[in-house]
């Protein structure tokens, strides 16, 4: 059972908690809102879609910035049972600064168990239906790739045809062992081309030694053709970055499906470790506001409060980004450049909590 002082401190910490997170929803509404507008100011559909939109793809958003909901609600906290004088009834009550921490952080440790496996997966299915829907008013519903245990499918129209490509792996700027069916505007079979392998640098593909079967009559005598298409290497893989509209079971086939492709899964793999941190990143948030909190003077305005809040969350954010960024083009490991980060941020507040009950 929650002895009373922890059921003071829990239910203060998430009635603030609730509080920012529902300003940061509103304000990811807002920000959203003008983006789906001007979006859809040309195209004819229900006025009231751009809403529709914006309600599904904010929850994703919320997500992202909880790190620095926490870091912020945490801030709020102690400003006011310090200005409030609280934290003097709590000390004189046996209370340490250490005891409160140690309840915050055990909080925030469960919100974000819950939030992993609750909220994300809901969120990541909401944002999926975004993108789903808005790309019925794209012209990249045109073009398709799914990646599965057969390989890598792409679906493509060009102005004279509609491509169906099948490549069994992939290798830097090469399709490997390829199969391309070619129809016209009614989806009649013009012509399959076979190859194994396919330069997909540009979008103007390199097709070496095809095998050309036209009115069922093969011929292999070229020994390369030019194959114009939308896709190259770059956008290719970029229509699989949108790992946020996956929930955790669909990372992990994903990424199955990517070695057996043979593509890089670092990215997955850095978005999956990001997922598994993040109850901890969360705590250890609170702790590192927790201990700033506590060891600036007591007669700071809100004012105050609030650009430090904003100067802290920037600072980690970019320490953070460097770090995913030297992990996402191959320099440092995945597994480092996610861990490493929340390592030193786990070192600063050790050091911060050596001496904090004497504040």
Do not use: C
Request: charged share 20%; hydrophobic share 45%.
């Amino acid at each position: 059972m929650f002895k009373i002082y922890e059921k003071y401190i829990l239910k203060k910490f998430f009635k603030i908690f609730f509080n920012i997170s529902m300003i940061f929803f509103t304000l990811a509404i807002i920000l959203n809102i003008f983006e789906e507008i001007s979006f859809f100011k040309n195209i004819n559909t229900n006025p009231m879609m751009p809403y529709f939109l914006t309600f599904l793809n904010a929850p994703i958003t919320l997500f992202e910035i909880f790190p620095f909901i926490f870091l912020i609600t945490a801030q709020f906290f102690f400003y006011e049972i310090i200005k409030n004088e609280e934290i003097v009834l709590l000390k004189n009550n046996g209370l340490s600064n250490f005891k409160i921490i140690k309840t915050l952080f055990i909080a925030t440790l469960s919100i974000g168990v819950l939030i992993i496996v609750v909220y994300y997966n809901l969120s990541s299915k909401l944002k999926f239906l975004y993108t789903d829907i808005k790309n019925n008013y794209t012209n990249d519903n045109k073009y398709l790739a799914v990646v599965n245990e057969s390989g890598l499918w792409l679906k493509d129209e060009t102005e004279e045809s509609i491509l169906i490509v099948k490549s069994i792996n992939i290798n830097n700027n090469f399709l490997l062992d390829v199969l391309i069916n070619e129809f016209d505007s009614n989806f009649r079979l013009k012509r399959t081309i076979q190859a194994d392998k396919v330069d997909i640098s540009n979008t103007i593909w390199i097709v070496y030694d095809p095998t050309i079967t036209q009115n069922n009559i093969s011929s292999n005598e070229l020994e390369k053709i030019n194959f114009k298409t939308n896709f190259d290497n770059e956008k290719i893989r970029n229509l699989f970055s949108n790992y946020s509209t996956l929930h955790l079971f669909e990372l992990f086939d994903l990424k199955k499906d990517y070695e057996k492709l043979g593509y890089s899964s670092d990215e997955i793999k850095i978005h999956i470790y990001k997922l598994f941190l993040s109850p901890y990143f969360f705590a250890l948030m609170t702790i590192l506001s927790s201990i700033i909190m506590i060891n600036i003077k007591r007669n700071k305005s809100v004012i105050f409060n609030i650009i430090l809040g904003i100067f802290t969350s920037v600072l980690i954010y970019y320490f953070n980004y460097i770090f995913l960024s030297f992990g996402n083009t191959g320099k440092i490991p995945p597994n480092v450049s996610v861990f490493l980060p929340s390592f030193f941020l786990t070192i600063i507040s050790i050091i911060g909590l050596v001496r904090i009950n004497e504040k």
